[in-house]
């Protein structure tokens, strides 16, 4: 509510993949859905894509990748919290070649 940022060490955060999403368009196979814990500041997260076909086919060369919206919601010092988020994921498509 008052604003700010904290930037956290990798050794702060734990992240694991919920499920997973298989585009219909690529192939790609994407995370969807994270468990997301920040022990130190007492946060136990649950990150749900707003709609599961997110992937963006786009450029030349072709560039693709899964970005979108999130809803938020969990647990901080066991009280409970929700929000909305941003995620973007690169690097899961690999060489499509043109196929889309």
């Known amino acids: 509510p008052r604003g700010g940022a904290r930037h956290l060490k990798r050794s702060e955060l734990q992240v694991q993949a919920a499920g997973a999403w298989k585009s ?3 192939g ?3 995370p969807a859905g994270w468990e997301v814990a920040i022990p130190g500041a007492g946060y136990q997260l649950t990150l749900t894509p707003t709609l599961a076909d997110q992937e963006i086919r786009a450029g ?3 560039l693709i990748y899964w970005e979108g919206a999130v809803r938020v919601k969990g ?3 066991g009280a ?3 929000g909305r988020g941003f995620v973007e994921l690169t690097g899961y498509a690999g060489d499509m ?3 889309f």
């Open 97 to 99: 070649g043109g196929r």
């Open 24 to 26: 219909p368009h690529t």
């Open 75 to 77: 647990r901080k010092n």
């Open 60 to 62: 030349v060369p072709k």
């Open 80 to 82: 409970p919290v929700t």
């Open 28 to 30: 790609a196979e994407y």
